[in-house]
Nanobody, 124 residues
Framework: EVQLVEFGGGLVQAGGSLRLSCVAS????????IAWFRQAPGKEREGVSW????????YYEDSVKGRFTISRDNAKNTVYLQMNSLKPEDTALYSC?????????????????WGLGTQVTVSS
């Protein structure tokens, strides 16, 4: 059974940092790309970042470029999202998703397996 579990959310002041973790099980981890999505109250879910199975291809949504860093440790079946210089508009439920390596960051309906998410709240 495929499982994705997110850790690391919390409440932080603007300008602060958090590191999210997505721990996977139930599949051959390094065969799959992992993406982070987020959904703020009243808004549609949006893609944040994506990393392929080997970790050598990475994409970021424009609003997080230069502030967020995605990485993966295939020995630990874990993908990380280091979030620095957080802004109130980064407040959302952050979820990770697993999918085949499309060679680019595909839309959310491409991903069949999702975690439940971890809440990130940035206060001003």
């Amino acid at each position: 059974e495929v499982q994705l579990v997110e850790f690391g959310g919390g409440l932080v002041q603007a300008g602060g940092s958090l590191r999210l973790s997505c721990v996977a099980s139930g599949f051959t981890f390094d065969d799959y790309a992992i993406a982070w999505f987020r959904q703020a109250p009243g808004k549609e879910r949006e893609g944040v970042s994506w990393i392929n199975g080997s970790g050598d291809r990475i994409y970021y949504e424009d609003s997080v470029k230069g502030r967020f860093t995605i990485s993966r440790d295939n020995a630990k079946n874990t993908v990380y999202l280091q979030m620095n210089s957080l802004k109130p508009e980064d407040t959302a439920l952050y979820s990770c998703a697993a999918g085949g390596d499309a060679g680019f960051f595909p839309p959310e309906d491409y991903f069949a397996d999702w975690g439940l998410g971890t809440q990130v709240t940035v206060s001003s």
